[in-house]
C-alpha cells in the first residue's frame, strides 16, 4: 500500500494521529491519498482511499474511490458518513444509503463528483448519539479509526441489505 501526503500549495501537513490512523488504514486499504479541503470556510482533513472493490453482484464497475472527510474535531467525532465516485442507480437496487444528496450537515459535492453515502459507526447522525457510538482511543491501533471506518463502508456499500 502506498500513503501519499498532498500538501498542495497550502503547505498541509496532517497531525501525527492521522498519520498513525494511516499506518493501521494501510492493513486493509490498497492505496490513501490525505490532503487538505476547505468547504464553506471549515477545513477538513481528507482521506482518499483508491480502489475500493466493489461487488460484482451489486455494481457494473469493479471499483471505486472512497472519500473521508474528517472534521476539524476529529477523531474526537467521526465524519458524517463518506463519498464515492460512482454515481450507481439505487431505484430497484433498495439502497437507501445512497440518495446523491447530502444530509446531516455533510458538505454536498456532487457537482465535484463525490456522491455521499449514509454511514457511520452506528448512533445514527446526531451529536448526542456520536458521542455514545464513535469510540475512538489514545492508541489509534485501538478503537475507532479509519481502518474500522473503512472496513464499515465497504461492507455497507457492498452489503445486499
Known sequence: ???????????????ARIIA???VLEKVAKNAVVGCKTIGGIQYTAVLVKGMPLSSQKFTVSNSDVLFLLPPEY???PPIGCYLNYP???????DHH?????????????EEGWYWYCV???????RERWLNSWRPHNNPENGHNLATLFVTVRHAVNSED
Open 75 to 77: 477523531p474526537s467525532l
Open 21 to 23: 490512523e494511516l499506518k
Open 88 to 94: 450507481w442507480n439505487t431505484v430497484g437496487q433498495g
Open 98 to 110: 445512497f440518495t446523491r444528496q447530502s444530509y446531516y450537515g455533510a458538505p454536498f459535492l456532487s
Open 1 to 15: 500500500m502506498a500513503i501519499a501526503i498532498s500538501a498542495g500549495i497550502s503547505g498541509f501537513h496532517p497531525a
Open 120 to 126: 457511520g459507526l452506528g448512533g445514527g447522525f446526531n
